[in-house]
Every structure is written in structure tokens, then in C-alpha cells.
């Protein structure tokens, strides 16, 4: 069938808290067969796949693992909420979980980010950098959800001992995609950025193109080089 099946599968059961010979009794199959399907030893029929769709509440395509979503459905731009309305989804405060401060630098910062992004008008900049920035937000996510030892490894693909790896070689990889597109000599069949002087910045032209977010990109910039510890390593 897939390689997604046999591993979303066995989440399912298992964020259901229920056992193989259980599920396999819902399901109307054997323990010995259930487990063959979950090891991916042996591909299941049509009418398996919609049993299972239908007992643990979720469409094919997300068993398929052709949609992250349960509904099955595909999101939008439309669909997807403002980083403002994240506190609305829980009566706890985000500032809870990450310090509210640092939140709005990110937030912020990733404001101006983007929307240089858009003066530049190269997709594959774009995408090289959205890339990175969502692989660090799918690595630090992956630390978090680790440090419960009862969270399933099963909802993710990649293994626990190889991802930090392989999440820090794409980053990698994005990384010098985009710094050649930057510089001009793109490594693929990438265009050049056309107009490089709507890049041009400094301080001054920050603060007046972005005068509610620049002072958080200053902020980010400084707390970023004061971790990295440059100066102080200079001094020595």
C-alpha cells in the first residue's frame, strides 16, 4: 500500500489506548493478520482500509498518509488562522509556554522577513527559506514532543535517532540553495534575484519601512548575536 499506512496504523491504536487483539476484534480481522498490517509485512484490501477509517474516526487519505489532516481535507491560505488568534484555541495563555516577549520578536521579525521576501520575487528563494524556517520549527517541535516518553514516535516518519541529523543536513542544504540564489550564482536551474536593490536596507530605511516591527528585528538580531557570543569570544 505505503510506507504511511502500517505506521498511522499503529498511532491510531495507540493513541486510542487500546491493545493489538482488541483493535483486531473491532476490526474483524486476527491479532496475527492486524499485526502483519501494522509492520507492513502485508497490504490490506479496500474494505480493511474503510473499516479502520471508520472505527478511529478519520478519512482514508490521512490513513494514506495523502492528507495531514484527519478530515482529509487540504488547507488553504484561507484556512490557515493568524498567529494572533493562537491564544484563542485554549483558555491558557500562549505566554505559558513560549515567554510572550520572545513570541512577538519571532512573530515579527518573520513580518519583515517575508515581506522582503515578496520584494525580491524569487520562488525559489522563497522556498529555500520557508524550507529552513520550517525545518527548525519541525526539529525544536520534535525536542518538545520527546520529553514526554509516552508520546508515540509513530507520528512521525523519520525514526527519533536519525532526524536531528538529517533536519540539520536540509537545513544545510537550504541554506547554501539560498545564499547562492542571493549572491547570484543559484546552483540549479534557479533565476537570480532581478531586482536587488529592493533589498537595499539599513537601520534607517527599516525603521521607516517597518516602524512597528523593526524594533523587534533589532531586538532578535541583538539577543541572537549576544547568544552566539561573538564579542565576548573576541575579547578573550
Given amino acids: 500500500m505505503n510506507s504511511d499506512f502500517p505506521r498511522i496504523l499503529t498511532l491510531l491504536r495507540k493513541e486510542k489506548g487500546i491493545s493489538q487483539k482488541s483493535a483486531a476484534g473491532e476490526l474483524m480481522v486476527s491479532q496475527a493478520l492486524l499485526s502483519h498490517y501494522e509492520k507492513g509485512i502485508r497490504e490490506c484490501g479496500l474494505d480493511f482500509?474503510?473499516?479502520?477509517?471508520?472505527?478511529?474516526?478519520?478519512?482514508?487519505?490521512?490513513?494514506?498518509?495523502?492528507?495531514?489532516?484527519?478530515?482529509?481535507?487540504?488547507?488553504?491560505?484561507?484556512?490557515?488562522?493568524?498567529?494572533?488568534?493562537?491564544?484563542r484555541e485554549n483558555n491558557r495563555s500562549i505566554a505559558t509556554v513560549l515567554p510572550l516577549l520572545n513570541k512577538k520578536l519571532i512573530f515579527n521579525s518573520l513580518n519583515i522577513l517575508f515581506d522582503l521576501m515578496a520584494k525580491a520575487a524569487n520562488k525559489s528563494l522563497t522556498n529555500e527559506i520557508s524550507s529552513f524556517l520550517m525545518l527548525a520549527v519541525y526539529r525544536m517541535f520534535r525536542i518538545v514532543y520527546s520529553a514526554n516518553a509516552k508520546n508515540?514516535?509513530?507520528?512521525?516518519?523519520?525514526?527519533?535517532?536519525?532526524?536531528?541529523?538529517?533536519?540539520?543536513?536540509?537545513?544545510?542544504?537550504?541554506?547554501a540553495n539560498a545564499s547562492a540564489i542571493a549572491a547570484g550564482q543559484p546552483v540549479h536551474d534557479d533565476k537570480p534575484i532581478s531586482d536587488v536593490d529592493a533589498l537595499s536596507l539599513s537601520t534607517t530605511i527599516l525603521d521607516d519601512a517597518y516602524p512597528l516591527f523593526s524594533p523587534s528585528l533589532l531586538n532578535l538580531i541583538k539577543n541572537s548575536e549576544s547568544r552566539i557570543g561573538y564579542n565576548l569570544q573576541a575579547k578573550k
Fill in 49 to 87: 482500509l474503510v473499516r479502520c477509517a471508520d472505527f478511529y474516526g478519520v478519512s482514508c487519505d490521512y490513513l494514506l498518509g495523502r492528507s495531514p489532516d484527519r478530515n482529509g481535507s487540504t488547507i488553504t491560505v484561507e484556512d490557515i488562522p493568524d498567529p494572533e488568534d493562537a491564544g
Fill in 152 to 175: 508515540q514516535d509513530k507520528m512521525f516518519n523519520v525514526p527519533a535517532h536519525i532526524y536531528a541529523m538529517y533536519t540539520n543536513a536540509a537545513m544545510q542544504v537550504c541554506e
